[in-house]
């Protein structure tokens, strides 16, 4: 059973980089597309990043754009958000997703894991 495992969040002040990590368990993170969603309380999640097979693309969503970085290493089975320059809206359990094509529509991701926090004070 594929599972996927994120690590990294904390409380940051506002300004603050973070850089959160996902592992994949029981499957080979190269044969999927991998990403991060977003979700802060009461609104629907948000597509954050995304990166194909061998991370010759990626994909941002408009609020992070030039702020966040996506990457992966194949050889390690993971997937990282470097996030810069971090707002108090960027306040959110982040979700680390994967699925054999890229997209930007969380329902698009059969597989999700657990999410991690992350606060950002003002």
């Known amino acids: 059973q594929v599972q996927l495992k994120e690590s990294g969040g904390d409380l940051v002040q506002a300004g603050d980089s973070l850089r959160l990590s996902c592992e994949l368990f029981?499957?080979?993170?190269?044969?999927?597309?991998m990403g991060w969603f977003r979700r802060a309380p009461g609104k629907d999640p948000e597509f954050v990043a995304t990166?194909?097979?061998?991370?010759?693309?990626?994909q941002y969503g408009d609020s992070v754009r030039g702020r966040f970085s996506i990457s992966r290493d194949n050889a390690k089975n993971s997937v990282y958000l470097q996030m810069d320059n971090l707002r108090p809206e960027d306040t959110a359990v982040y979700y680390c997703v994967a699925d054999r094509m890229p997209s930007s529509q969380a329902r698009r991701y059969g597989l999700w894991g657990q999410g991690t926090q992350v606060t950002v004070s003002p």
């Open positions: 990166i194909a097979f061998t991370g010759a693309v990626k």
């Open positions: 029981g499957g080979t993170a190269s044969s999927y597309s």
